[in-house]
């Protein structure tokens, strides 16, 4: 009696397990399902918005200073510098950057990595450059740093502030740093990891989402504050 008895009870228990590995999957297929309307919803309100790029004030003093170090680092002009310099020099020019801007952003180290495409489809993928949060990487795409036009090459300089925008976003969600920012962005750019969207998706809904409508929007503040006090 035993014998079947635990038999009985071996067979409950895989069936329960079963059924509990089904349930799971379900629950996670439609949390899937959901995240999937929900950005659908985010798209479509963005699609077509006149949201536009609000500089809070930790990022009109982070802009500043942005400002003041590239005036330091360049006192004749980026494009000045680049031209003075080798292809092979153009790599060291961007580690270097990299080091001295990541405690300028108040932001940890990153891990630092130049990629060079092979084919077009990683071209693509790597677009000017882009920041691995679980990774704490940040790549450039080295094919940018290779081309004769220096606008191309100077590009990098402004993506490296792009990317390490989004690791200070990270750091201040996690508050990991009391940079000073509002509970709404705040709230905004963790909604905003969970129904982040894709160029693929939506090229005008990509930028326009809180992440990248802030790194791309105190980029080109940055920008336009240099290039005026120039």
Known sequence: MNFIQNIVETVKNAFSDLVNEISCKIKEWQARREIA?????YIDRLTGSEIQYEPEEPDKELALRVVSYLKERFPNGIESKIQEISIDERKDLMCQIVEEAEKIFEVDSVNFEILYPTTAEEFYAYGCGFYNRSENLLCLNGAYL???HIELV???IYTIFHELKHARQYAAMAQERGYGYSKEILEAWKYN?????RPNESDE???KQ???RDAFGFENYVRD??????
Not at 37 to 41: A, H, I, L, P, Q
Not at 193 to 197: E, N
Not at 225 to 230: E, I, K, R, V
Request: zero cysteines.
């Open 210 to 212: 809180a992440l990248e």
């Open 154 to 156: 100077e590009e990098q």
């Open 225 to 230: 504050l240099f290039t005026t006090s120039n």
């Open 146 to 148: 290779m081309d004769e």
């Open 205 to 207: 809904a990509y930028r």
């Open 193 to 197: 990891v969970v129904v982040y969207i």
């Open 37 to 41: 309307k929900e950005k659908e919803r």
